[in-house]
């Protein structure tokens, strides 16, 4: 099984909590997107790891287009990921990604026992595909989760997502007049960069971490 280098940022001395986060189907794990979350995660003392998935590895390292890998083989590279990561910084994890990362994270949860679950994003459905909902699972997972979802996220806004039975380990954060990257209309009155911030600070709180907002 071939995925990407470990890439390691936040505190790694004092007060902190640890999250291993995965990237979404199209993106990088040093995405625009995930590179700030990692920053701004940091900032509120938060340690992340992240990592590629083997098909988004081998599109680094030759620059092909590749889809996903099957789910067996994203599931498998979690597995390998959660004991390399463990093997070499033991501590408490949580786990989690943006959109495919965290959901793939959310079919593992209960059995890698994570402190938590965060999921930045979730795809309750695919694109254009509502009639076929992807939450089976959450309706009994147990592993405490939080889900920072737009409220006109495209693969699960708001009003949809309340049709949804879903445990009560899950946590849901709201973000006003956002889309499925986080991002709010202009006219919201918010900004991108306040969403992740709002985002960042909530993630750190729901870990038990310090929160030192920039």
């Not at 949809?160 to 919201?188: F, N, Q, T």
Request: include cysteine; charged fraction near 25%.
């Amino acid at each position: 099984m071939s995925f990407s280098e470990l890439l390691w940022s936040g505190p790694v001395a004092g007060e902190h909590v640890r999250l291993i986060l995965a990237h979404g189907a199209g993106a990088p794990m040093d995405s625009p997107f995930m590179n700030e979350m990692a920053v701004r995660l940091a900032e509120c003392g938060v340690r992340v790891v992240r990592f590629e998935f083997p098909y988004m590895a081998d599109r680094r390292r030759d620059g092909g287009k590749r889809p996903p890998n099957p789910q067996a083989r994203l599931l498998y590279c979690w597995r390998e990921v959660w004991r390399e990561v463990n093997a070499r910084e033991p501590g408490s994890w949580a786990i989690g990604g943006k959109s495919m990362g965290g959901r793939m994270a959310s079919l593992l949860a209960d059995e890698l026992a994570p402190t938590a679950l965060v999921c930045l994003g979730y795809p309750f459905h695919a694109a254009g595909k509502p009639e076929k909902p992807r939450v089976e699972h959450l309706a009994a997972l147990r592993t405490p989760t939080l889900i920072v979802q737009g409220e006109r996220d495209a693969l699960g806004n708001r009003e949809r997502v309340a049709g949804y039975s879903l445990s009560p380990a899950i946590r849901l954060l709201w973000l006003e007049s956002a889309d499925h990257d986080l991002k709010p209309l202009k006219a919201s009155g918010f900004t991108h960069a306040q969403h992740l911030q709002r985002t960042a600070e909530a993630v750190a709180a729901f870990l038990g971490g310090p929160v030192r907002p920039a």
